[in-house]
């Protein structure tokens, strides 16, 4: 009997199995967390697509209101779904010496949800100025 238990001691058939389930919730949370950056960066450049588009569409007609452009930003951001689809937009005309220019920025909140961590959420900010034609 004793002869049996050095034995077992020894045995390390499920070594592996162990060391594997240790592993797998931190690669998974790596995964996941590298999904979770992919998916904050194309939300972002994203957000930059719809202010130069917007931008574009001031500088074709510059008489477009700020109500107008900021409602054709939501549109453009529609494709980030409701959940992530928390944007400031801000379009203000300020006079400048030579000519007028009009600013637009928006602001996106993204929500990092990795597993195993806490809730981060981070602000991006982007912003174009665009000269107005009088």
Same mark, same amino acid.
């Given at each position: 009997?004793?002869?049996?238990? %050095? =034995?077992?001691? $020894?045995?390390? $058939?499920?070594?592996?199995?162990?060391?594997?389930?240790?592993?797998?919730? &931190?690669?998974?949370?790596?995964?996941?967390? #590298?999904?979770?950056?992919?998916?904050?960066? +194309?939300?972002?450049?994203? #957000?930059?697509?719809?202010?130069?588009?917007?931008?574009?569409?001031?500088? !074709?007609?510059?008489?477009? =209101?700020? *109500?107008?452009?900021?409602?054709?930003?939501?549109?453009?951001?529609?494709?980030?779904?409701?959940?992530?689809?928390? %944007?400031?937009?801000?379009?203000?005309?300020?006079?400048?010496? %030579?000519? *007028?220019?009009? !600013? %637009? *920025?928006?602001?996106?909140? +993204?929500?990092?949800? !990795?597993?195993?961590?806490? $809730? &981060?959420?981070? /602000?991006?900010?982007?912003?174009?100025? !665009? /000269?107005?034609?009088?």
């Amino acid at each position: 009997m004793c002869a049996k238990r %050095v =034995s077992f001691r $020894r045995d390390d $058939r499920g070594a592996t199995v162990v060391e594997f389930a240790l592993l797998l919730p &931190v690669l998974a949370a790596f995964l996941v967390g #590298v999904l979770q950056v992919g998916w904050a960066l +194309h939300c972002a450049a994203s #957000v930059r697509w719809a202010l130069e588009d917007a931008g574009r569409r001031l500088l !074709i007609s510059p008489q477009t =209101s700020d *109500t107008e452009t900021a409602r054709h930003l939501q549109i453009a951001m529609a494709s980030l779904g409701p959940r992530n689809n928390q %944007v400031e937009i801000l379009v203000s005309r300020e006079p400048g010496a %030579v000519q *007028t220019v009009a !600013i %637009v *920025t928006a602001v996106y909140q +993204h929500a990092f949800d !990795i597993p195993l961590l806490p $809730r &981060v959420t981070t /602000p991006f900010r982007a912003s174009i100025t !665009i /000269p107005l034609r009088p």
